[in-house]
């Protein structure tokens, strides 16, 4: 695998919660970057998903970073616990925050990578006062609160402008692409500068299986094209 690849990252949102902790392990053991959990509270988005106690409980079976996505109203009340239940990055909304700034001051001082997710109505440029702090910045190619969507194609513009603004000030920061994934529109993702895929249906709900899930991105991938020449 070539070096700078796309990072994959399995969205647990997908998975067979009966049996999370084997599910995580087998994506893992498939070679998934970092396993993402979605956290939302029926007032940011229109669903209502998992809290610390399952961040936890993942950070028991996986040896891979938990890259944590808060789809929540007023974040800062709940980043301690996020990021002592094991997060490795926490994301926040930039539309569920009135002070980002301290938001993101607080993730670094929790210890974890701070990141900003943009709704798809919200543009790259919402960032340029607030992107040297980000090290991580999540574009929704769906709106959030469900699996399953179909990916926006129209979100590849502010991906490719997100690059651009974090060239321009020497920052290699992370463009997640969040919604949506499958085996073309990771090259989509790809080709427009994201960094790392986060993906559950794809993955989790393969028919053929996790494992299977997690090979068909890689094999779509600039670098598997790249491998393919040897
Ligand atoms: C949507 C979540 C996504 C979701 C992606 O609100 O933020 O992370 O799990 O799921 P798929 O890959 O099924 O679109
Ligand atoms: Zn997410």
């Not at 949102?13 to 902790?21: K, N, Q, V």
């Not at 930039?94 to 938001?103: G, K, S």
């Not at 790259?124 to 969507?149: F, R």
């Amino acid at each position: 695998m070539a070096m700078n690849s796309i990072k994959i990252a399995p969205s647990i949102l997908a998975a067979d919660f009966g049996r999370l902790a084997e599910q995580v392990q087998l994506a893992q053991e498939a070679g998934a970057d970092l396993i993402h959990i979605d956290i939302m509270d029926g007032q940011f988005v229109p669903n209502i998903t998992m809290g610390p106690l399952v961040v936890e409980a993942v950070a028991k079976v996986a040896a891979i970073p938990l890259d944590v996505h808060l789809m929540i109203v007023e974040p800062d009340r709940f980043l301690k616990s996020f990021a002592n239940s094991g997060a490795a990055s926490i994301t926040v909304h930039i539309e569920a925050c009135a002070h980002l700034h301290r938001v993101l001051g607080q993730i670094d001082a929790f210890g974890c990578r701070p990141g900003v997710a943009l709704n798809p109505h919200t543009p790259a440029s919402a960032l340029s006062e607030i992107l040297d702090m980000a090290h991580i910045v999540n574009v929704m190619t769906v709106n959030p609160g469900y699996g399953g969507q179909r990916f926006l194609a129209g979100m590849t513009g502010k991906i490719r402008a997100l690059r651009r603004m974090a060239g321009d000030m020497g920052r290699d920061i992370e463009i997640e692409v969040d919604g949506g994934i499958n085996a073309d529109t990771i090259k989509t993702a790809e080709a427009a500068g994201a960094s790392i895929a986060i993906a559950g249906t794809c993955v989790f709900q393969h028919k053929m299986g996790i494992a299977a899930g997690i090979q068909e991105l890689r094999r779509a991938t600039a670098a598997k094209d790249a491998d393919g020449d040897f």
